[in-house]
């Protein structure tokens, strides 16, 4: 472990390997530690490094959280690659953190060569009050089976969670989110060990779904990025991710998608084998 200090905060990372950067994003209840299975088959051929984002383990918090925002997330990771000097990055993201990726590039375009974004939750794209996107009538209905997989989610997972973690009963509202995005009985199945690592990480959870929410998407500037840009989708996760996806890629004009079988929202975790080697051929390709 090594820790990094910017933006009046400091933050943990591990890095492997030589070469171009590889920078790893990962997702909400979660830290560097999601990225196991990359570290090592990536750092064959880069430099690589997984952080934790602001917020999550094994990070001191500064403040009390009530900034927590895909913005803020954005200017750390910019601050990182920057701080680093690391030059132009291959940026790969896991859920939250692919949509911070993909926010910090389209802001950061200079900062970045490709963008690997495994399902962004970019709900804005769904709904036209993205602070409350639990309002189902203000659902932009692209499909029916999207809408019925975004108010599943929404009903059965998002509101009960939100309820569960502003009482502070942090376990249960780490289990009704996970259920959620992973699906039914995956909670259920994962080792202790895995258990302990989302509960570590449970706090960021309630200062995540109980915050600012997101902003607009900027669809402009996203419409002029032209980062080579691949997204992941696994083959089992939520319908309106999937949906979120397909929308994205209709306005990154430079964009490619690939489905990692056997896999849900956990898509690198789900299956390493298959997802390392799809995006290992796809940075292959840019550097």
Do not use: C
Not at 191 to 211: Q, W, Y
Not at 224 to 229: G, V
Not at 254 to 262: D, Q, R, W
């Amino acid at each position: 472990m090594a820790t990094i200090t910017f933006n009046n905060s400091t933050f943990e990372y591990v890095e492997q390997g030589s070469g171009i950067p590889v920078v790893f994003v990962h997702g909400s209840i979660n830290d560097y530690r999601i990225w196991k299975d990359q570290m090592e088959p990536f750092a064959k051929q880069y430099r690589v490094i997984a952080y934790s984002r602001r917020y999550h383990y094994p990070n001191e918090w500064v403040g009390d959280g009530a900034d927590y925002s895909v913005d803020l997330h954005a200017q750390d990771l910019a601050s990182l690659i920057k701080t680093l000097d690391l030059g132009r990055v291959h940026l790969i993201g896991s859920s939250f953190g692919a949509y911070t990726s993909l926010v910090t590039a389209i802001k950061n375009p200079d900062l970045v060569k490709t963008l690997v974004l495994g399902e962004p939750p970019v709900l804005p794209l769904l709904v036209s009050n993205p602070d409350n996107p639990l309002k189902i009538l203000s659902f932009f209905i692209r499909d029916f089976s999207t809408a019925r997989s975004f108010m599943k989610f929404g009903l059965n997972h998002m509101k009960p969670s939100m309820k569960a973690l502003k009482n502070n009963q942090l376990e249960e509202g780490v289990r009704l989110f996970a259920s959620g995005v992973l699906g039914e009985d995956r909670y259920e199945k994962l080792s202790d060990e895995k258990k302990a690592g989302l509960m570590d990480n449970a706090r960021e959870l309630k200062v995540e779904l109980l915050g600012v929410g997101f902003p607009p998407f900027p669809k402009a500037e996203a419409g002029r990025m032209t980062i080579p840009t691949l997204f992941v989708y696994g083959e089992n996760s939520p319908r309106f991710l999937h949906s979120i996806s397909d929308l994205l890629r209709n306005i990154l004009p430079n964009s490619e998608k690939t489905v990692i079988p056997n896999a849900s929202h956990l898509i690198h975790g789900d299956n390493p084998l298959v997802y390392n080697e799809r995006v290992l051929e796809f940075l292959s390709r840019y550097n």
